[in-house]
């Protein structure tokens, strides 16, 4: 069953006189349970695109439908509700609060959604688990190695077990040991928990760990993959395809 449905979108920018066409008419749906790795050339769309399906920006035309909830029209408090209920964010800046322990950062989610939740310290050991910070939770964010602050927004995308979580460049940040944690992380949250993941990136490492990947240039859909087999086949079918949409020398490519 699709748990997102893309139709149609389209997305311009600025004046009317220089408008910028970021997205072109994209249509594809997301299956319940899958890793979906979004890339493309700089200035393909990838950030606007996730932008939209994750309810923090508008189209200009088309919809968005996810969980059976056409999201596109949403405002205020239904939107927020529906945020709260079906989504989670992991950004390449982490965004945690300094003065916070891991634990308070994680639990800020649920403390902004009023209601007292009867499970929180339960959801909250299983999301420190799942993301391997169990021993650090009484840190601070500046007691962590930066992998470390990643999980911890992972972990706190992860408290109100959304259906769908969205990660942009969630490796950008980090070297190449810390980024295969977190994929390794992201891994056994997508096939442990299903939880359903979007994930935009430039690097085709990072991609290499999804199980499938859309490509879009300028704005529109140019191909996608499955991966079958192994991680290294599908990494070098992804460096292959990296190769055919071209983007002039705008990818910051894998190496690991
Ligand atoms: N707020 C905005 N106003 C005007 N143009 C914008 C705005 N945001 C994005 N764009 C333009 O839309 C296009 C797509 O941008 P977007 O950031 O989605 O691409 P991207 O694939 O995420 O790129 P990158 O990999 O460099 O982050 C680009 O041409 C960009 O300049």
Redesign the pocket.
């Known amino acids: 069953m699709a748990l997102v449905t893309v139709q149609g979108l389209t997305?311009i920018?600025?004046h009317r006189l220089h408008p910028?066409?970021?997205?072109n008419g994209l249509t594809f749906s997301v299956e319940k349970g899958e890793f979906v790795g979004i890339m493309?050339?700089?200035?393909?769309?990838?950030?606007?695109?996730?932008?939209i399906i994750s309810t923090i920006d508008v189209p200009t035309n088309g919809t968005v439908t996810v969980a059976g909830t056409e999201v596109t029209h949403l405002r205020g408090d239904k939107l927020a509700r529906f945020r709260r209920a079906n989504l989670g964010y992991v950004f390449q800046d982490f965004n945690l609060l300094t003065g916070m322990t891991v634990r308070e950062n994680i639990l800020l989610p649920l403390t902004i959604g009023k209601h007292a939740v009867a499970n929180a310290q339960e959801r909250l050991n299983a999301v420190l688990s799942v993301t391997g910070l169990t021993n650090l939770a009484q840190r601070y964010p500046e007691e962590l190695s930066i992998g470390q602050q990643q999980r911890v927004a992972v972990a706190r995308a992860l408290i109100t077990e959304p259906a769908l979580v969205f990660a942009?460049?969630p490796t950008g940040a980090l070297d190449s040991k810390a980024a295969t944690e977190l994929l390794r992380y992201l891994t056994t949250i997508n096939q442990e928990w299903h939880t359903t993941i979007m994930m935009?990136t430039?690097d085709a490492f990072t991609a290499s760990y999804c199980s499938r990947v859309i490509f879009?240039k300028d704005?529109m859909l140019f191909a996608e993959i499955r991966r079958s087999g192994e991680r290294q086949a599908f990494f070098d079918a992804i460096i292959d395809m990296q190769a055919t949409i071209g983007g002039g020398g705008?990818w910051h490519e894998g190496t690991r």
């Open positions: 997305k920018f600025g910028v066409r970021a997205l493309g050339p700089s200035g393909a769309g990838k950030t606007t695109l996730l932008s942009d460049e935009a430039h879009i704005g705008h």
